[in-house]
DNA sequence: TAGATTGTTAATCGATTAACAATC
DNA sequence: TAGATTGTTAATCGATTAACAATC
């Protein structure tokens, strides 16, 4: 089964479990069904059920998943295992903000270097990251054959970065500005969308207060 | 057309299509079309039609729609006119960023306070927003009526702090925490899920890297 | 008028859910 | 064996897309 077939929609669950098992006591029970999953999460257990057949066959009738072989089929199957190196661009706020985040090593990602257009900025951040030039980049981004980029820059510059980055090699980008990224095949765009979800949330209370 | 017959996929295309129209120069042209809108954002073109019709009424054959009106249309059927007011619990760095990002005005969010349990925290923030002890937040709440909840605590203290703005009236709630919340009919929770995005890359990455 | 564009009705597609058979 | 659970095949549901009619 090639990743690849995978769908969106089951892909975006995948993580939820994952990280629900992660929160399991260590010295709770070993196994651990898709039923039970699917009531800790308020999901269908037929779909919790299919998702997981996907990614590992280690289901057994009557006594469900053994907790870390799935864990390790999850990680496996996410790529936590194998390190992504990433360069991250717009060293601002945010940028620094999610240079100074520890916790994406558990998902297997490194940012290695960040890059603006302020060269006063260049140095080292607090969490010991080099921050360079923009200047720098090129030449960066092929000798380390950085495959993934990071956009943090004000929506106004986010395509000029974004092709800088694709021209140097980038397969994948996970953007961060509020703009939409136009990017030749082959190349992901994922697009981080804070006014998505407050959209959803004002909807919601709308709908709430009128009644 | 009440709001909430509006499916999700829908909603939050919404945001996307307004962030587009206030990008475009004010002397520009006055119209725009749903067939233009849909190749700047490589889009169907029928489905941003079908859309824009469920917010706005204003289109018309051969000229499109008045850019300023499907403006207005899509910020009123969002909310962003009418000011939410909301709390923040969790004044760590992540919730220090939140309170002290000045965009949120323009989605018509506006975080009022912040809470925390280290007390040590207490005061006010750079961006002159209070900061107070957990103990204040019942009562605050209440009095103000605030219906949003910010939540930017460790996974651990995620449920136990929903629990709280629950009962102290809050009816959405936007989830930083990386767990699934439980909570009443009636409640809206929209997390926001890093971890979900992270998987998308780098399964595409892997499915590049293999061939 | 001709052509661009809108809005709607019907067809397709894909994802979810339900029903069932298999297994420990 | 009986019952819980898995995995699969079929049915349903909802969203997207295609075809068309209406309009300026």
Redesign the pocket.
Known sequence: MKPNEI????LKRLPSYLAYLKSLPEDGPANI???ALAAALDM????V??D??LVS?G???????LRESLIADLEQFLGYNNTTEAVLVGAGKLGRALLGYGGFAEYGLDIVAAFDADESLAGQDESGRPIYGMDKLPAFCQEKKVLMGIITVPATAAQGVCNLLIANGIKAVWNFAPIHLDVPPGILVQSENMATSLAVLSVHLSAQIRG
Chains 1, 2 share one sequence.
Do not use: C, H, I, N
Request: glycine residues 14%; positive net charge; hydrophobic residues 25%.
């Open positions: 769908s969106k929609p089951v069904s898709a039923t269908g257990e037929v779909q059920r299919k997981l057949a066959d289901g057994r009738p009557k006594v469900g998943y």
